[in-house]
């Protein structure tokens, strides 16, 4: 067993790479309402032809009890044993051009390692910026666009894409703090909170790839592939007003919702009306007693399904 934080270091690989690229992170950790790093990782995975240039070592940074890898028993034997990666790796966008993407899990274990560790390579590759992005459920309707709360260095990205600026504490990811890290070096360094619809956090949301993706464009310039993710965004959006016509308290929650956003975003007060009076994120489980008690306000007579999304 080795103590190093590489488990695989391609040095020739790495010295191929070209300096000044953007830096992606796609690091699956606190939240990921709506699918939205999961979808993203497998994407460019999918579409950027990756190579590649060091893998961390999950037995150093990976809690195995907490997160176990999935293997296969196949009749009489096992099988596709598939343990958790964390990697960086090249890839290229759709007119070629390369940049570096760190995917994976986050880490349960040496923070401030791995974190030193990262802010070494993007010092090695002369990083142009990075860019990452998280999701997290907010009581928005999925009628309108995905709202975004921008963090980081890019002012311009901050005043042309940031809807939501609370002043709050809340429990930090490896990826805040690498920001936070970034942002105090005078690094480039660009974050997108997205705010997804909760009664649709537990889905795979189309939507919430490709307001992923196109943070990443604006902030880095890279060209990716959507018109399948807008052909899935809307075949997925018309099965959700689909059953949401067939339940009239889903509908109404809804209605509710949009006139909540709706005079938000021609308000655009200082403090938000989806969040407390302190300004404080609400929980997946606040959230949840918030459209209980909701539903139970509005019920109608007899016993009918809550929703079939909630």
Do not use: C
Not at 158 to 164: G, L, M, N, P, Y
């Amino acid at each position: 067993m080795t103590d190093s934080i590489f488990s695989a270091d391609y040095a020739e690989r790495r010295a191929r790479v070209p300096r000044g690229l953007p830096l992606v992170v796609a690091m699956q950790g606190l939240t990921d309402a709506g699918g939205a790093i999961s979808q993203l990782e497998e994407y460019l995975w999918k579409h950027g032809s990756p190579e590649e240039l060091v893998r961390f070592n999950a037995d150093l940074l990976l809690d195995y009890r907490a997160r176990r890898p999935v293997i296969t028993f196949d009749e009489d034997h096992f099988v596709d044993y598939a343990p958790e990666e964390l990697t960086l790796s090249v890839l290229h966008d759709e007119l070629g051009t390369p940049f570096l993407l760190l995917s994976g899990y986050e880490p349960d274990f040496r923070w401030e390692q791995f974190i030193d560790t990262v802010l070494l390579l993007v010092h090695d590759f002369e990083v142009s910026i990075t860019v990452w992005s998280h999701a997290i459920p907010m009581p928005v309707p999925h009628t309108r666009p995905i709202s975004t709360t921008v963090s980081g260095s890019r002012d311009d990205l901050i005043e042309a894409r940031s809807v939501w600026k609370p002043t709050t504490k809340l429990s930090a990811s490896a990826s805040h703090v690498l920001e936070y890290r970034l942002h105090s070096l005078g690094e480039e360094v660009a974050g997108f909170a997205l705010l997804i619809p909760h009664y649709l956090a537990n889905t795979e949301y189309p939507d919430a790839l490709f307001a992923a993706l196109d943070g990443i464009m604006a902030a880095t310039g890279l060209i990716l592939p959507t018109d399948e993710v807008r052909k899935q965004a809307r075949q997925f959006n018309a099965q959700v007003d689909s059953q949401i016509a067939e339940n009239e308290e889903s509908a109404e929650m809804v209605r509710t919702l949009e006139q909540r956003y709706d005079a938000y975003m021609e308000d655009q007060s200082p403090r938000s009306p989806l969040v407390s009076e302190d300004g404080s994120i609400p929980t997946a489980d606040q959230l949840a007693s918030e459209l209980e008690r909701y539903l139970a306000e509005h019920r109608r007579r007899g016993d009918g399904d809550e929703s079939e999304l909630g």
